[in-house]
């Protein structure tokens, strides 16, 4: 069986919040039980010396009238309707008639019965945050003032009332003017809580928002080893798996190897943590408290050298941009120079040096080309490409390099279809082929290209039969400046995947029992 859904809570009105309402409510149960008593006191109290004649029977019908009211007042209360102000005054109003007409019942109960007014001036002045309280203790006073003097044309009273009269009307003002004083001060004072409240949940939410997106990852650990609060970034870089509870989870389930190194963390210092997911350096910064809890924060080192290493770049891309003309210009004399000497000379060691002063000027020309490359593949002209124009492109890149035909097998489908910019796949290409062919055994197949449309877009991979990749480059492998030969600008991978990546696609290396496999994968634009 289901369990009953929760009744929600009602709203505000404008103007009054819920605690209005509420203050009301319990207001009006005050007066509930006011009632019922006065109707008791009618019932006992019906054949005493306390009333006049008849005066029993008329308190009792004032008593269960003003029960009844007060009975009907609380569906106004539920139902929000009509306005609170006016129901408000609606019940004092009552109040002040019923108890008047009461008190006209018994000289006797007059002055206690008047003493209640004092009750219901000062809690309409709470409730209703000090509004009109000073206009309540007016029309208590004046109907106080009229029951007075109609009991004194009746021979009931001396003209000496008047004097307590007066006394219980100022008492009336008195509680009304304090009423509406300490109201105004209180609600002064619940309207700032309320706006440091708004401004606290605020800045609370702010930084939920900044933790949450945060680079680095934030672990608040209590000083006996409690995580109190872990960001999302922090449990990625650490690769857990636990789901942590703040303040029951201790850091020892959580990451055993950071809880060994935090004794060693102090303020000021950090140390190096590896873990499945990142490489860690990890700060220390302490919390005043009784319970000597700090903030551990983790940051990526692998993120920090991207970042430096595009800013290096950045700067060296800049530094070609500026003077490319100026470089290509000498190198271009330079190289021709040393074909010149190379021709004319006979002597086998200026013609060495020939042939290294021309491979260097072309290394150095080859390097500004790729920067100059870098810097222009936000430059997109994506087209639609197809089986046959990819073929081309092998072969263009083929001739290229001098490689023989039979040294390349080539393997897409004739539904081959995609999107890419063809400049960009130019220069991805011929990366990767040029990498293929300076590590494979060259002999016929040694190449492998390999196409194939997925679900989402086409693959493309290229596959050599060479000695593979060291497991220690497979780390720095996509990393700029990164090579192991003497020949090499260390540009070629890291251009091309910052290429690939432009043109929304991913170039990754695949791990395979021999050789080594590049796999472009290009989504979004490709179709069957």
Same mark, same amino acid.
């Given at each position: ?69 007060? +009975? ?432 929304? +696609? ?23």
């Amino acid at each position: 069986m289901s369990t009953p859904a929760a009744p929600l809570p009602r709203p505000d009105t404008p103007g009054y919040f819920a605690s209005h309402w509420r203050s009301l409510d319990y207001f009006n149960l005050y007066r509930l039980t006011l009632a019922l008593a006065l109707v008791f006191t009618g019932v006992l109290f019906e054949s005493s010396d306390i009333f006049g004649p008849g005066g029993g029977t008329r308190f009792q019908t004032y008593a269960f009238v003003y029960l009844v009211m007060t +009975a009907l007042f609380v569906l106004g209360i539920r139902a929000r309707w009509p306005d609170f102000q006016v129901q408000l005054t609606t019940h004092i109003l009552a109040d002040v008639i019923f108890i008047i007409l009461m008190m006209g019942t018994s000289p006797q109960l007059a002055g206690g019965l008047g003493l209640l007014l004092v009750i219901s001036i000062a809690s309409g002045g709470l409730v209703g945050s000090g509004r009109l309280s000073l206009l309540y203790a007016a029309i208590a006073s004046i109907a106080l003032l009229l029951q007075n003097t109609f009991a004194l044309f009746a021979g009931q009273r001396s003209v000496d009332s008047f004097f307590l009269t007066g006394l219980l009307c100022a008492g009336y003002f008195t509680i009304g003017w304090l009423a509406h004083t300490l109201t105004r001060r209180a609600l002064r004072s619940e309207m700032l809580a309320r706006q440091q409240a708004e401004e606290l949940a605020l800045l609370n939410r702010i930084h939920a928002l900044a933790i949450e997106n945060s680079p680095d990852g934030l672990l608040a650990v209590r000083g006996d080893g409690v995580v109190r609060h872990a960001s999302p970034r922090a449990l990625a870089l650490l690769g857990a798996s636990l789901r942590v509870k703040p303040g029951l989870t201790r850091l020892e389930a959580l990451a055993p190897d950071l809880a060994r190194l935090v004794p060693q963390v102090q303020p000021g210092t950090s140390v190096e943590l590896d873990t499945p997911a990142a490489r860690l350096r990890v700060r220390c910064i302490p919390l005043p408290g009784p319970d000597n809890s700090r903030v551990l924060v983790l940051e990526d080192q692998r993120q920090a050298e991207q970042a430096a290493q595009r800013l290096k770049l950045a700067a060296l891309g800049r530094l070609t941009a500026n003077i490319a003309h100026e470089i290509r210009n000498p190198l271009s004399a330079i190289s021709h120079a040393a074909q010149l000497l190379c021709e004319e000379t006979r002597e086998p060691a200026q013609q060495k040096l020939a042939r290294i002063i021309e491979g260097n000027a072309q290394r150095l020309d080859r390097l500004v080309e790729e920067v100059l490359t870098l810097n222009r593949r936000d430059r997109l002209n994506p087209v639609d490409l197809d089986r046959a124009a990819l073929a081309a492109l092998i072969d263009e890149l083929r001739h290229t390099e001098e490689i023989p035909p039979d040294a390349v097998i080539v393997d897409m489908p004739d539904t081959l279809h995609f999107r890419f910019d063809p400049d960009h796949l130019r220069q991805i290409l011929w990366n990767l082929l040029r990498n293929a062919w300076r590590y494979c055994s060259r002999q016929p197949g040694s190449i492998r290209f390999h196409a194939r449309m997925m679900a989402d877009g086409a693959q493309l991979d290229i596959v050599d039969d060479g000695p593979g990749i060291a497991p220690e480059q497979l780390g720095r492998l996509f990393e700029p400046f990164a090579t192991t030969e003497a020949q090499g600008t260390g540009l070629g991978l890291f251009l091309a995947r910052e290429l690939a990546e432009s043109n929304h +696609a991913r170039l990754v290396h695949v791990p395979a029992p021999q050789g080594a496999t590049f796999r472009l994968d290009i989504h979004g634009g490709a179709r069957a």
